[in-house]
């Protein structure tokens, strides 16, 4: 019996690039299809999760949701690697910048991936498994965005199951620790990218800034982070060329 169409993904391996970019909102999913692939086709939209395949600089290149936290791209990303035989999942999301010299729009590469999930409990591990970021793609990705200028900080993100933390101090002890940017999503990925023997890497553009208050709105998120978009894509097809 084959193992797809899964419950949340109505589709067939073919249906799918090598590499997918996976923002967290469907309509980010849909803004990056339709502004930047080229011929993009509607592949999978189960739960309104909005899957699409085309083209960028000659490569063929997939965009999907993920929908929010750990559970939610632990469940796609896993489908994706080990159902329908995508090699590298790149995740392009938001995140709230937690130091000083990391501003609002710059774009944060997570390098590792602290968390506060129990997400690793799933691996049964005799102790502390550190989520990490493909190399390869690492390596694509900061000479990407160094050849177009772009304003990137490489390092820990913080992947967080708690949106509203009824600790006030929680931050603050992330930030001691050195930790640039705080998301929901980059862990639960990394891991199911080593437990598969796969690539990842989460590209995330500050949206939100805990230490200055500043904020985009929803309308800047899914639609103006462009920059992030476009180095994604970059470092897709750079994956693919080699």
């Known amino acids: 019996m084959k193992p797809y169409p899964t419950p949340h993904i109505d589709a067939s ?4 690039a090598p590499v997918v970019l996976m923002p967290g909102d469907p309509l980010r999913a849909k803004h990056i299809a339709e502004n930047f692939l080229k011929d993009a086709a509607l592949v999978n939209n189960v739960r309104g999760i909005q899957g699409y395949t085309g083209t960028y600089r000659g490569q063929r290149i997939s965009v999907m949701a993920s929908g929010m ?3 939610s791209i632990g469940i796609y990303s896993y489908e994706l690697f080990q159902f329908f035989g995508v090699e590298a999942i790149l995740r392009v999301g938001s995140a709230g910048g937690m130091q000083p010299h990391v501003h ?3 774009i944060v590469l997570g390098q590792g991936a602290c968390t506060d999930s129990a997400y690793a409990h799933n691996f049964a591990l005799p102790g502390t498994y550190a989520p990490i970021a ?3 793609l690492l390596e694509l990705c900061t000479a990407a965005a160094k050849s177009a200028g772009l304003a990137f900080h490489v390092g820990n993100v913080l992947s967080s199951d708690i949106f ?5 101090d929680t931050a603050e002890r992330w930030r001691k620790m050195g930790v640039l940017a705080v998301e929901m999503e980059a862990a639960a990925l990394y891991m199911n990218a080593a437990r598969a023997g796969k690539h990842a890497l989460a590209i995330c553009t500050v949206s939100d800034h805990l230490l200055t208050g500043e904020a985009t709105t929803a309308r800047e998120r899914q639609a103006s982070f462009t920059d992030m978009m476009r180095l994604a894509l970059d470092t897709a097809a750079a994956f693919l060329e080699k």
């Not at 391996?13 to 799918?16: I, K, L, R, T």
Request: charged share 30%; no cysteine; net charge negative.
């Open 164 to 168: 509203y933390n009824d600790s006030p």
């Open 69 to 71: 936290g750990m559970p």
């Open 13 to 16: 391996p073919e249906d799918f």
């Open 104 to 106: 609002l729009r710059d």
């Open 134 to 136: 493909s190399w390869h």
